[in-house]
T-cell receptor, first 113, second 111 residues
Framework: NAGVTQTPKFQVLKTGQSMTLQCAQDMNHEYMSWYRQDPGMGLRLIHYSVGAGITDQGEVPNGYNVSRSTTEDFPLRLLSAAPSQTSVYFC????????????FGPGTRLTVL | GENVEQHPSTLSVQEGDSAVIKCTYSDSASNYFPWYKQELGKRPQLIIDIRSNVGEKKDQRIAVTLNKTAKHFSLHITETQPEDSAVYFCAASYNDYKLSFGAGTTVTVRA
C-alpha cells in the first residue's frame, strides 16, 4: 500500500493564481482531511470529508474549496492564492466516520509570492 | 470550537531522563486525545492516543494521562533516547469529526 500520497511536493505561485493540491489514499478510508501547518501554530483543519459526496468546513476554510467524488481522492483547490496561504499542507485519512487515528501524507510546501 | 494549549514550547532533557508535555482543552465534550510526533521535514505520526473513558494508557516508554475534570492531558516519555528528539503535538477532538491541535513542543534529547 502507498498509504496517503500528495502532489506536488513543492509549489510556488503568484498572488491571484489558482491551483489544486492532490491527495489520494489506497486504504479505503472514509474520513479524509486537509490541514495547514504554520510555524508556532500547530496543524489547523481546513476541510474534511466523511465519504464520497460529503464535505464540511474545518477551522480555517476561507480561500479553499474541496470535493470528494471518490473514496480515494480529496483534492484541495486554492481559488485565488494569497501570501497568507504560504504554508505546508498535509492531507490525512482515517478509518471510520468519526475522527480517529489520522494517517498523514508527506505534505506539500506552498509559497505564494 | 476547541482550544488546545500546549506547554512547554521547547524542552531539553538529558538522555535517560523523563520528558513531560502538558495540554489543556476547552470543550468538555471532547472525547479523543491523540499525540503526534513529527521529525524534521517529515509527516506527523501517531504515537499514542486516549479516549475520555480511560484515565491512563501506556505503550512501552510512552504514557498518556487524562484528567477530564481539569480538562488536561499529558504525555510522559521515560528513559529518553536521541531518537525521541522531535516536535510533539497534542490534539483534542470536537464535534466528533474535527481535531484541534496544540502549537507543538520541540523536544531535544542531549547525549
Amino acid at each position: 500500500n502507498a498509504g496517503v500520497t500528495q502532489t506536488p511536493k513543492f509549489q510556488v505561485l503568484k498572488t491571484g493564481q489558482s491551483m489544486t493540491l492532490q491527495c489520494a489514499q489506497d486504504m479505503n478510508h472514509e474520513y479524509m482531511s486537509w490541514y495547514r501547518q504554520d510555524p508556532g501554530m500547530g496543524l489547523r483543519l481546513i476541510h474534511y470529508s466523511v465519504g464520497a459526496g460529503i464535505t464540511d468546513q474545518g477551522e480555517v476554510p476561507n480561500g479553499y474549496n474541496v470535493s470528494r467524488s471518490t473514496t480515494e481522492d480529496f483534492p484541495l483547490r486554492l481559488l485565488s492564492a494569497a501570501p497568507s496561504q504560504t504554508s505546508v499542507y498535509f492531507c490525512a485519512s482515517g478509518k471510520g466516520l468519526a475522527v480517529d487515528t489520522q494517517y498523514f501524507g508527506p505534505g506539500t510546501r506552498l509559497t505564494v509570492l | 470550537g476547541e482550544n488546545v494549549e500546549q506547554h512547554p514550547s521547547t524542552l531539553s532533557v538529558q538522555e535517560g531522563d523523563s520528558a513531560v508535555i502538558k495540554c489543556t482543552y476547552s470543550d468538555s465534550a471532547s472525547n479523543y486525545f491523540p499525540w503526534y510526533k513529527q521529525e524534521l521535514g517529515k509527516r506527523p505520526q501517531l504515537i499514542i492516543d486516549i479516549r475520555s473513558n480511560v484515565g491512563e494508557k501506556k505503550d512501552q516508554r510512552i504514557a498518556v494521562t487524562l484528567n477530564k475534570t481539569a480538562k488536561h492531558f499529558s504525555l510522559h516519555i521515560t528513559e529518553t533516547q536521541p531518537e525521541d528528539s522531535a516536535v510533539y503535538f497534542c490534539a483534542a477532538s470536537y464535534n466528533d469529526y474535527k481535531l484541534s491541535f496544540g502549537a507543538g513542543t520541540t523536544v531535544t534529547v542531549r547525549a
